[in-house]
Nanobody, 113 residues
Framework: QVQLVESGGGLVEAGGSLRLSCAAS????????MAWYRQAPGKQRELVTT???????TYADSVKGRFTISRDNAKNTVYLQMNSLKPEDTAVYYC???????WGQGTQVTVSS
């Protein structure tokens, strides 16, 4: 069974930082690309960033230079370090086994202006 458990969301002021974590089932984590998506109120879910098993990354233009994805293969965990947060980053952030339909429960990130 695929399990993805996100943590680390919260309320932060603009310019602040948060780090999200996603603990994944070993069976999927070890062989797959992982991703973070986000969904803001009234908007479609969007791809934020991906990381391959060997560490190659991609980022949406809106977060380049501010967000960093990483993974710890020994802990089956993927991280999202978010710096210089903006109010428009407010959303529910979801961990994903890319590009499959496996999702965590989501964690809320709220950035106040």
């Amino acid at each position: 069974q695929v399990q993805l458990v996100e943590s680390g969301g919260g309320l932060v002021e603009a310019g602040g930082s948060l780090r999200l974590s996603c603990a994944a089932s070993k069976i999927v984590f070890s062989i797959n690309t992982m991703a973070w998506y986000r969904q803001a109120p009234g908007k479609q879910r969007e791809l934020v960033t991906t990381i391959t098993r060997d560490g190659r990354t991609t980022y949406a233009d809106s977060v380049k230079g501010r967000f960093t994805i990483s993974r710890d293969n020994a802990k089956n965990t993927v991280y999202l370090q978010m710096n210089s947060l903006k109010p428009e980053d407010t959303a529910v952030y979801y961990c994903n086994v890319f590009p499959y339909d496996y999702w965590g429960q989501g964690t809320q990130v709220t950035v106040s202006s």
